[in-house]
């Protein structure tokens, strides 16, 4: 097999274990040029197994984009875990930021206690379970409701975060790779996930452990944009050595309080 040959089975195989990654990861990951990557992509593109797809591509087998209902049934045990680890960094009369995602809505039912803290969301399941809280003060992002990831979204997110000094912001991330690139799914939650960490004093990642190893289409931040990662116990040895050798904090949030 010529070399040409076995970079392009190494490549389908890449994107068909990632589901979605993005042009610029596959320049860097494979050691080729732009142009390199392009060509490769649209013979793979030829052979049905992958589609283009807005910045990037993914597999034909499986959707872009995994909705929000059976995302939430994955490793609830951890994500639960990991929101009441992330709730324990909140202090009264914060700002906060809490970003999109199954983990993050986790954090609401454990910060009952909190004083006047102003959460600034486009999650709809985090809005929900903040209303039995009279002490949470909501400011909700505007846009349309994105079913895939109940979420609003739109160019008035944006806009609107731009106006708040926010104090934490808490992220989700659809994967994080060994390098300590951070990625997401959905294009249309790109800006609003940057702007949000610009805006932000102190920033913490929120992800249970199956989610180190695993890139999705868009690359929003590195691990050095992070003051903290938050994650349950059975996080792999490669996340916590990433965190020491960048300097940011790692808190691992214990499963067994959840039993």
Do not use: W
């Not at 793979?44 to 990037?56: I, Q």
């Not at 960094?89 to 009952?112: A, F, K, N, R």
């Not at 979204?153 to 300590?180: P, Q």
């Amino acid at each position: 097999m010529g070399m040409k040959s076995f970079r392009l089975q190494e490549m389908e195989q890449y994107i068909l274990e990632h589901d979605m990654v993005s042009m610029e990861e596959l320049k860097d990951t494979f050691q080729i040029s732009m142009n390199t990557v392009r060509l490769d992509v649209a013979q793979l593109v030829n052979r049905g197994t992958v589609r283009k797809v807005y910045g990037g591509v993914c597999s034909n087998n499986k959707s872009n984009l995994v909705p929000f209902d059976e995302r939430e049934t994955r490793n609830t045990r951890g994500k639960r875990a990991v929101g009441k680890a992330a709730a324990a960094l909140v202090d009264d009369g914060d700002i906060i930021y809490i970003d999109s995602g199954t983990t993050t809505m986790y954090m609401m039912e454990h910060l009952e206690e909190r004083k006047n803290v102003t959460i600034l969301t486009n999650n709809l399941n985090a809005i929900n379970r903040a209303l039995p809280y009279p002490d949470l003060n909501i400011i909700s992002l505007p846009g349309t409701l994105d079913r895939k990831t109940n979420s609003f979204v739109s160019a008035d997110s944006v806009r609107t975060l731009e106006k708040y000094n926010i104090k934490k912001a808490f992220m989700a991330a659809s994967g994080i790779l060994e390098s300590g690139t951070i990625t997401n799914s959905s294009p249309l939650e790109f800006e609003i996930k940057k702007t949000a960490i610009v805006k932000s004093q102190e920033v913490y990642l929120m992800i249970d452990a199956t989610k180190y190893g695993k890139s999705a289409l868009l690359t929003y931040a590195n691990i050095e944009d992070m003051n903290g990662v938050i994650v349950d116990s059975e996080a792999e040895q490669g996340l916590k050595e990433l965190c020491s050798q960048h300097n940011v904090e790692l808190y691992l949030a214990n499963l067994e309080e959840e039993e």
